[in-house]
């Protein structure tokens, strides 16, 4: 196959997969009988190339999550070339996975919104690297934040104690860097998602009271979406269902 095909065979994969998964979202919202549209879709292109990324945006998505600092880095640079230079400024980037203090600087110059702040250490390391950022006319707009929580209180796994949310929530809406988007969680392994979520959501609502801006949930991810959406999700991050089996990784 010449590149051209191959990029039309993966451009007509992706529009079908995602004609499903707008359809599997519209009918959970139904089903939890919340309006259509309640629900973004955002697709997961890691372990991706770039072009799919340009397919994607070809096929009118703007919003992508990338869980890895090197390789988001290398496809935000890689996208203004794939696409002819036009102007992307209403492309939204978002790091959905772990992140480290030292990678917060690079991080704040392509970050729209990070999913993965879990502790006081990395939301101040986040915060004066986006201040920088602005500073420097890196970016416009504080970095959108979203507090993942830990639903078992296993740190490894990542995620904030739900005791811990409150101080951190008013830190960081205290912060200049910083604007407080709403909550994250990955269910725990093995969890029953029903229960987790359910969690997740009452955590939501508390936090809401206090931050009535904190408006995201971001919960639900291929294989229980429907279950996030039953709960609250205002965002789904989809990687397998849409772009296919990644790599096998422990990442
Ligand atoms: C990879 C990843 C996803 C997407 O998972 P799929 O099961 O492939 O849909 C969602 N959220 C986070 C934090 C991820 O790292």
Redesign the pocket.
């Known amino acids: 196959m010449n590149t051209e095909t191959r990029l039309d065979a993966r451009s007509a994969e992706l529009s079908a997969n995602l004609s499903t998964l707008t359809a599997r979202i519209d009918a959970a919202c139904q089903a939890a009988g919340r309006a259509a549209g309640s629900v973004r879709l955002l697709p997961?292109t890691?372990f991706f190339p770039a072009s799919d990324v340009e397919i994607l945006y070809r096929l009118g998505r703007r919003e992508f999550?990338e869980?890895r600092e090197q390789e988001a880095t290398a496809k935000v640079a890689a996208l203004p070339e794939l696409l002819g230079e036009r102007d992307l400024s209403d492309v939204q980037w978002h790091m959905?996975?772990r992140l480290q203090r030292n990678k917060t600087r690079v991080v704040a110059r392509w970050a729209h919104t990070v999913?993965?702040v879990d502790s006081e250490r990395l939301a101040m390391a986040l915060d004066k690297a986006a201040r920088d950022a602005l500073e420097a006319g890196e970016r416009d707009t504080p970095v959108r934040v979203l507090l993942q929580v830990s639903l078992d209180e296993d740190p490894s796994r990542g995620g904030l104690p739900p005791a811990e949310l409150e101080t951190l929530a008013d830190l960081i809406a205290e912060s200049e860097g910083l604007q407080l988007g709403g909550l994250?969680a990955?269910p725990p392994l093995q969890a029953d998602t029903d229960s987790a979520f359910a969690r997740l959501a009452t955590l939501h609502t508390l936090l809401l009271t206090r931050h009535p801006g904190a408006t995201e949930l971001s919960a639900g991810?291929?294989?229980d979406l429907e279950v996030a959406v039953e709960h609250g999700s205002t965002c789904v991050?989809?990687?397998?269902?849409?772009?296919g089996a990644?790599p096998i990784t422990s990442a």
């Open positions: 997961v890691k999550g869980s959905i996975g999913h993965s994250m990955i991810m291929s294989s991050r989809v990687g397998t269902a849409l772009m990644r």
